[in-house]
C-alpha cells in the first residue's frame, strides 16, 4: 500500500547542490527534525497525492523524465517509514509503529549509562525574552561597537603579554574553596553567553528556538540552547553566522575581561575576571573550534565544505575505505566524491576516531576518579567498552566474511595467525632492567649541623684506614649553644646550692635538679655534634666523591653529601626489577651486568638476592630520572625520592672479584622464566585490578 504523508509535515526550500540543483528541506515539528532532500526525491514526494504508485511514477516522470524509476520511487517511500514520516493507513502500520516505539523504549539504567555523559533538561520556551533583548543585541554587534570591541581586546592583550607573571600570579595551581567557587561562576557565565549568542544569531534570520535549558556534560551543568531551527535558512553565510555566533560572543567576552584586569584594583574581583579571561580563551579556542567534536567546529566546517550530516557521511566512507584495505571486497563506495573532498573526509573520519578514542579514554579515567571505586572501575570498563571497544567489534562483525576473496583470505589468515603467534608464543625469556655496579659497603658522609668548612685532608681516589680524619668543620652557632649551656649549668648548681641549706624548700630543689639534669643532657648533646665536626673514616677503603666545590670557608647544610667512602675490593650489582617480573627471576642463575655505553665491559654476575616488598624510595640517584636515568621518581618532600611504580631491589654478585673506581650505572639482563606477551597484559591488569580494588 501506498504509504501517506503526514499533514504535519512543512517543506522550505533548501540550499542549491554542489551541481546548482535546487534542494528542499524537510520538517518534522514533532522531534524536530530536518531532511535534506534533493531535486529528484523532492519532485517525486511533490507528486505524493496522486493517489496510487502508477499516477505517483507518471506525474514525476513528467516533471524529471526516466530518471524517475520504480526503483527511486519505493527508495522515497521507504524513506517515509523508516523515518516515521508516514501515517499507518491499517491495522498492521499501527502495530509497527507501536513495536518500534517499545524497542526504543530503555530500561532507567540502560538509559542513564547511554546517556549520563550529556543530559539535556529543557527549561522554558526563550522566545518572548528573545524578541524583546534582540534590539539591545543588535546594537552590541554594531559596526562601532565590534571596532571598539577588537581596540580594546587588543590593547588587553598587549598589556597582559608584558604582565604575564602578574596575570598567571591570578591563577594558582591549587585553587581555594573560594577560587574554586569563583572558577565554577566563570564557567557558567561563559557557557550562557555562547548560548545565548547562538540564540540570538537564530531569531535575528527569524528562527525558533525551542527550548533554553541545563545540559549536563559528565554531570557538570551547561546552558543550551536549541537551534536546529537554523536547517531551515537557504543562506549558507545564515547558517555560518549562527554557527559561529557562541564563539563570537564568548571572544567578546575575554577580550572584555582581559581588558578590564588591568584596571581593577587587586582583590577577589579582578581574580575572578582573571578566572573568566582564561576559562573564556581556552574554552573558546580549545574546545569550541575543535572540529572533532560535535561542538560549533564541527558544524562550522560542515557549512564551510557545504557537506551536511559530514561526521556520518565521513564515517560511512572511511568504514567502506577501511573494509577494502582489510579484505578487498570491490564494493562500490557508498558515495560518489569529487578527489579532494574524498581525501578530506577519510582524513577527517580517520583522525576523528583517534581523536575521539583518546578522550574516550581520558573520560572513563575521570569518571573512575570523580566517583568511588567501585563504581570508578565498573564505569571505567563500561566506558571503554561502549565507546571503545564495542564500534571495533561492530565493525568486524558487520563485515560480510562470505564476500572475503580467496586470496585475501589467506593473506588475513596468515596476519591473524602471526598475531596469534605472538601473543601465545613466550618470546620474553629474560628481565632487562636498570642497575648500578657499586662497591658493596659504601657510606656518604654529612655534617651534623649547618657548619663551615675549615679543611679538607682527603680527595677523591685517596686511600684511608679506619678512623682516618677526613674534613673538620666549626660550627658557630653550635659554640654558642654550648656556651649557653655552661651558663646556665652555673646558675642552676649555684641556686641548687643555695636550696640545700634551706630544707623546707625541698619541691623547689627538686625541680631545680631535674632541670640542671635537661641543661647537662642538652650540653652533652651539643658536645657530641662537636665531636663530629671533625669528620673521620668509619672503616677502611677508599674516597670515592667529594662534593663539588667542597673548600674552606664554604658553608653546608645537614642535607649535603660531603664525601662518599666505599670499600673497592667488594662489589654488588643493585638492581630495580619491576612487579610483574619479580616472580619470573630464579635465584642463583647467572646474569649479565651491562655499563653504559663507553663506562667498561660486560661483568658476569649471579643473582643472590631478591627483596620481597618494594621499595617505598630509593637511596642512590644516579638511575632516577630527576638525574637522567630510566626509573621514573618524584619528590617525596623530605628530600628524598620515591619511584611512581612498584620496584623490588634486587642484589647479584660478580662471579669473579672486580675493582670498583666509581659507580657504573647501566643494565642487567638475567635469565628468567618465559612469558608471552598475553602473560605479561594479564599480569599488568591483574596487578592494576588487585592495588585499585582495595574499597
Known amino acids: 500500500l501506498l504509504p501517506l504523508m503526514r499533514r504535519d509535515l512543512k517543506l522550505y526550500p533548501g540550499p542549491p547542490g554542489d551541481d546548482g540543483s535546487p534542494s528542499w528541506t524537510l520538517h518534522d515539528p514533532l522531534r524536530q527534525r530536518f531532511f535534506r532532500l534533493g531535486w529528484l526525491e523532492s519532485t517525486i514526494l511533490s507528486q505524493w497525492g496522486a493517489g496510487s504508485w502508477e499516477r505517483i511514477l507518471k506525474a514525476a516522470q513528467r516533471l524529471a523524465g526516466p530518471m524517475v524509476t520504480v526503483a527511486r520511487v519505493e527508495e522515497v517511500a521507504r524513506f517515509l517509514i523508516v523515518n516515521e514520516l508516514s501515517q499507518p493507513t491499517n491495522p498492521g502500520g499501527v502495530k509497527q509503529l507501536i513495536m518500534r516505539h517499545h524497542l526504543r523504549q530503555q530500561a532507567v539504567l540502560t538509559w542513564l549509562f547511554h546517556n549520563y555523559l550529556f543530559i539535556k533538561i529543557p527549561l522554558f520556551h526563550p522566545d518572548r525574552f528573545l524578541q524583546a533583548g534582540l534590539p539591545f543585541v543588535r546594537l552590541l554587534v554594531s559596526r562601532s561597537f565590534l571596532t571598539l570591541l577588537i581596540l580594546l581586546g587588543v590593547l588587553g592583550i598587549y598589556l597582559t603579554l608584558r604582565q604575564w607573571d602578574g596575570f598567571m600570579h591570578a591563577l594558582p595551581d591549587a585553587p581555594s574553596p573560594m577560587e574554586a567557587a569563583v572558577l565554577v561562576i566563570a564557567l557558567m557565565i561563559t557557557k550562557a553567553v555562547h548560548e545565548l549568542g547562538h540564540a540570538f544569531a537564530a531569531c535575528h534570520y527569524g528562527c525558533r528556538v525551542p527550548s533554553l535549558g541545563v545540559a549536563f556534560i559528565v554531570l557538570w551543568p551547561v546552558l543550551y540552547a536549541d537551534t536546529s531551527d537554523i536547517w531551515k535558512l537557504v543562506s549558507r553565510r545564515a547558517r555560518l553566522v549562527v554557527g559561529a555566533a557562541g564563539v563570537g560572543a564568548e571572544l567578546g567576552l575575554a577580550l572584555l575581561a582581559t581588558f578590564a584586569w588591568h584596571f581593577l584594583g587587586s582583590g577577589p574581583f579582578r581574580d575572578a575576571i582573571a578566572w573568566l579571561a582564561t576559562v573564556t580563551w581556552i574554552s573558546t579556542l580549545v574546545i569550541n573550534l575543535n572540529p572533532l567534536m560535535r561542538f560549533d567546529g564541527y558544524y562550522l566546517l560542515s557549512d564551510i565544505t557545504g557537506i551536511p550530516n559530514l561526521g556520518p557521511r565521513a564515517f560511512a566512507l572511511a568504514q567502506w575505505h577501511l573494509r577494502e584495505i582489510v579484505f578487498d571486497f570491490g564494493i562500490a563506495p557508498p558515495e560518489r566524491w569529487p578527489t579532494r573532498k574524498y581525501y578530506f573526509l577519510l582524513g577527517y573520519a580517520y583522525a576523528t576516531w583517534c581523536y575521539r578514542a583518546l578522550v574516550f579514554i581520558g573520560i572513563a579515567l575521570l569518571v573512575y576518579h570523580k566517583f568511588f571505586k567501585l563504581a570508578g572501575i565498573i ?179 645537614r642535607t649535603t653529601v660531603l664525601m662518599e667512602l666505599i670499600k673497592p675490593e667488594q662489589a654488588i650489582v643493585e638492581a630495580w626489577v619491576p612487579e610483574m617480573d619479580i616472580d619470573r627471576l630464579i635465584p642463583g642463575v647467572e646474569a649479565l651486568f651491562l655499563p653504559n655505553r663507553g663506562m667498561g665491559e660486560p661483568v658476569p654476575v649471579v643473582l643472590t638476592r631478591m627483596d620481597r616488598a618494594a621499595v617505598d624510595r630509593l637511596s642512590r640517584f644516579h638511575l632516577t630520572s630527576t638525574h637522567g636515568g630510566p626509573i621514573v621518581v618524584r619528590q617525596d618532600g623530605h628530600g628524598g625520592v620515591v619511584p611512581t611504580d612498584a620496584l623490588y631491589r634486587t642484589l647479584l654478585t660478580p662471579v669473579s672479584p672486580v675493582a670498583i673506581v666509581s659507580t657504573l650505572p647501566g643494565t642487567v639482563r638475567i635469565p628468567a622464566r618465559q612469558q608471552n606477551i598475553w602473560d605479561q597484559v594479564w599480569s599488568a591488569v591483574a596487578s592494576v585490578w588487585i592495588r585499585e580494588s582495595g574499597f
Open 379 to 557: 564505569l571505567m570498563c563500561a566506558e571503554l567498552g561502549w565507546f571503545v571497544a564495542w564500534p571495533v567489534a561492530r565493525f568486524f562483525y558487520q563485515t560480510p566474511c562470505s564476500r572475503i576473496r580467496g586470496g585475501r583470505l589467506i593473506f588475513l589468515f596468515v596476519v591473524l595467525s602471526g598475531l596469534i603467534a605472538l601473543t601465545v608464543i613466550p618470546w620474553r625469556q629474560s628481565v632487562e632492567v636498570p642497575a648500578l655496579l657499586a662497591a658493596e659497603e659504601h657510606v656518604r658522609l654529612f655534617a651534623p649541623v649547618p657548619a663551615r668548612v675549615t679543611e679538607v685532608l682527603a680527595h677523591v681516589g685517596d686511600v684511608v684506614t679506619e678512623g682516618t680524619h677526613l674534613l673538620t668543620l666549626e660550627a658557630p652557632d653550635l659554640e654558642r649553644s654550648i656556651v649557653g649551656a655552661n651558663a646556665r649549668m652555673r646558675v642552676l648548681e649555684l641556686e641548687a646550692n643555695q636550696m640545700a641549706s634551706r630544707p623546707l624548700v625541698l619541691a623547689m630543689r627538686l625541680t631545680l635538679e631535674r632541670r640542671l639534669a635537661e641543661v647537662r643532657g642538652e650540653k652533652q648533646g651539643y658536645e657530641t655534634q662537636k665531636a663530629m665536626l671533625t669528620v673521620t673514616a668509619p672503616f677502611s677503603g677508599k674516597v670515592s666523591a667529594v662534593q663539588e666545590g667542597l673548600a674552606p670557608g664554604r658553608w653546608v647544610s
